[in-house]
């Protein structure tokens, strides 16, 4: 356990080493068991946390503002759009400021190639440590979530095989930062990842090469596949969800039209069977029911869906806890 982890800013978990991650996990743990007993653990009374979102959320805002709430302090709501940042607001400007009010800045900007870049430069002005709630390479909070959840559904997660697979969605054009952060995680965690997806659907290829270097460290594997149905075979763990073709498609409409020719890439009922019996399904959420995911898959008896989205609030209260006292 690693117990000097004051003022440090969560962007990539990739930047915390293995036993700073169990750390956070073994903390929620018990913040977790704290709250189902009723226990106060207020260990940021009169501390604040911003929450800066240039991007739309339901889990990460509530849970991020329920969690300094339990632990004693206050997290302010913050939009884009409701502030100068249009006007001019610079992002030194945003961590030299929010960084003298707060004892936190919380950021979610997904934009593709400015989101982490624009954190990371509040967080060098900053005095204060800055967490990414989602930029558009990584998404570090959703996957302590999910090594949490992953750990209580399955034990120890070396040797288990998680499927991080592509999925169809029409909504739009999502972030590819859950499936970069989570085969960079499981290699890291020992695990054999299959990477699945359509041509078009590359990840970056610098964090590929790393989740390889992450499997050969640890004893993992990351296997490279296209073919969805072969993903799910054997599976312990499957992680289905959509992301854009960022790296091919020019435009919006471009990544729909290449998104249109995989419609058929649905979990559903008979892909799920193919997996290990006891195999569990993840999601982020929102999923797009009847599209990426069938109703009877993330309503089933797969799907660990809820526990991971509660998951969300103890590993984040965790991370503020040991890095904002
Ligand atoms: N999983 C997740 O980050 O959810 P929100 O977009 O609702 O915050």
Redesign the pocket.
Known sequence: MQTGLRGRDLISLQEWTTEEVETILEVAARLKMDRALGRPHKFLEDRVLAMLFFFS?????TSFEAGMAQLGGHAQFIESRTTQIAHGDTAREIGEILGRYNDGIAIRNVDWGVGNRYMREVAEASRVPVLNM?CDLF?PH?ILADLLTMQEKKGDLRGRTLTVSWAYAASYQKPMSVPIDLALAGTRFGMNVRLVHPPEYKLVPDYVDLAAENARRSGGSLELMDDFDAGFKGSDIVYAKSWGPLLVAKNDEEGAAIGATYIDWITDERRMALAAEDSIFMH???AERGVEVADAVIDGPHSVVYDEAENRLHVQKAVMALTMR
């Not at 959320?57 to 805002?61: A, F, V």
């Open positions: 959320s339901t889990r990460t805002r989602q998404h959703q982020p959420l929102p």
